[in-house]
Protein backbone atom coordinates (compact mmCIF):
# COMPACT_ATOMS: atom_id res chain seq x y z
CA UNK A 1 0.00 0.00 0.00
CA UNK A 2 2.71 1.96 0.68
CA UNK A 3 4.57 1.58 -2.54
CA UNK A 4 1.39 2.93 -4.32
CA UNK A 5 1.06 5.97 -2.39
CA UNK A 6 4.69 6.76 -2.59
CA UNK A 7 4.37 6.11 -6.67
CA UNK A 8 1.04 8.49 -6.77
CA UNK A 9 3.06 11.50 -4.71
CA UNK A 10 5.95 10.60 -7.35
CA UNK A 11 3.89 10.98 -10.21
CA UNK A 12 1.96 14.08 -8.81
CA UNK A 13 5.28 15.87 -8.45
CA UNK A 14 6.58 14.75 -11.57
CA UNK A 15 3.33 16.16 -13.50
CA UNK A 16 3.81 19.12 -11.91
CA UNK A 17 7.35 19.87 -12.33
CA UNK A 18 6.51 18.98 -16.09
CA UNK A 19 3.45 21.64 -16.22
CA UNK A 20 5.71 24.14 -14.55
CA UNK A 21 8.58 23.77 -17.64
CA UNK A 22 6.43 23.91 -20.06
CA UNK A 23 4.60 27.11 -19.57
CA UNK A 24 7.85 28.74 -18.86
CA UNK A 25 9.38 27.52 -22.15
CA UNK A 26 5.91 28.85 -23.71
CA UNK A 27 6.23 32.08 -22.16
CA UNK A 28 10.03 32.13 -23.53
CA UNK A 29 8.73 31.69 -26.64
CA UNK A 30 6.27 34.31 -26.84
CA UNK A 31 8.56 36.89 -25.54
CA UNK A 32 10.02 39.08 -27.74
CA UNK A 33 14.17 38.17 -28.66
CA UNK A 34 14.95 42.37 -27.62
CA UNK A 35 13.36 41.99 -24.33
CA UNK A 36 16.27 39.59 -23.26
CA UNK A 37 19.12 41.95 -24.86
CA UNK A 38 17.77 45.10 -23.69
CA UNK A 39 17.73 43.45 -20.19
CA UNK A 40 21.02 42.34 -20.05
CA UNK A 41 19.97 38.56 -19.84
CA UNK A 42 20.61 35.38 -22.14
CA UNK A 43 19.71 35.56 -24.96
CA UNK A 44 16.61 34.15 -26.40
CA UNK A 45 17.55 31.11 -28.21
CA UNK A 46 19.76 30.16 -25.03
CA UNK A 47 16.65 30.70 -22.81
CA UNK A 48 14.73 28.48 -25.38
CA UNK A 49 17.37 25.69 -24.90
CA UNK A 50 17.91 25.91 -21.24
CA UNK A 51 14.17 26.11 -20.50
CA UNK A 52 13.69 22.91 -23.38
CA UNK A 53 16.21 20.62 -21.94
CA UNK A 54 14.39 21.12 -18.28
CA UNK A 55 11.21 20.27 -19.81
CA UNK A 56 12.89 17.39 -21.83
CA UNK A 57 13.66 15.99 -18.12
CA UNK A 58 10.77 17.05 -16.46
CA UNK A 59 8.76 14.77 -19.12
CA UNK A 60 11.63 12.17 -18.89
CA UNK A 61 10.47 11.99 -14.62
CA UNK A 62 6.89 12.49 -15.75
CA UNK A 63 7.70 9.15 -18.10
CA UNK A 64 9.50 7.10 -15.05
CA UNK A 65 12.61 7.35 -17.26
CA UNK A 66 14.86 9.36 -14.80
CA UNK A 67 14.45 9.38 -10.75
CA UNK A 68 13.14 11.97 -9.02
CA UNK A 69 15.90 13.70 -7.56
CA UNK A 70 16.66 14.74 -11.36
CA UNK A 71 13.31 14.98 -11.73
CA UNK A 72 12.96 17.85 -9.31
CA UNK A 73 16.24 19.48 -10.70
CA UNK A 74 14.37 19.55 -13.99
CA UNK A 75 12.30 22.59 -12.41
CA UNK A 76 15.28 25.08 -11.89
CA UNK A 77 15.67 26.62 -15.07
CA UNK A 78 11.89 27.09 -15.19
CA UNK A 79 12.07 28.52 -11.49
CA UNK A 80 15.09 30.75 -12.57
CA UNK A 81 13.11 31.87 -15.39
CA UNK A 82 9.47 32.82 -13.59
CA UNK A 83 12.05 34.68 -10.33
CA UNK A 84 14.41 36.26 -12.43
CA UNK A 85 14.20 36.39 -16.47
CA UNK A 86 10.59 36.81 -16.56
CA UNK A 87 9.91 40.04 -14.14
CA UNK A 88 12.76 41.62 -16.07
CA UNK A 89 10.95 40.72 -19.98
CA UNK A 90 7.31 41.14 -19.12
CA UNK A 91 7.22 44.74 -19.84
CA UNK A 92 7.91 44.59 -23.54
CA UNK A 93 5.08 42.59 -23.83
CA UNK A 94 4.31 39.70 -25.89
CA UNK A 95 5.58 39.94 -29.26
CA UNK A 96 2.48 41.51 -30.29
CA UNK A 97 1.19 44.84 -31.62
CA UNK A 98 -0.69 45.97 -29.20
CA UNK A 99 -4.47 47.01 -29.43
CA UNK A 100 -4.49 50.72 -29.51
CA UNK A 101 -8.47 50.82 -30.24
CA UNK A 102 -11.16 50.44 -33.19
CA UNK A 103 -8.80 51.57 -36.52
CA UNK A 104 -11.44 54.34 -38.61
Keep these: MLDYFRGFVVLIISLAVLVVAVIALLDAVRRPERAFA ?6 KNNWLLILGAGALFALLGALGLIGIVLNIVAIAPAVIYWVDVRPAIKPYGNGRPRNQGPQW
Excluded: I, V
Excluded at 38 to 43: A, C, D, Q, Y
Design 38 to 43: SEGKLT
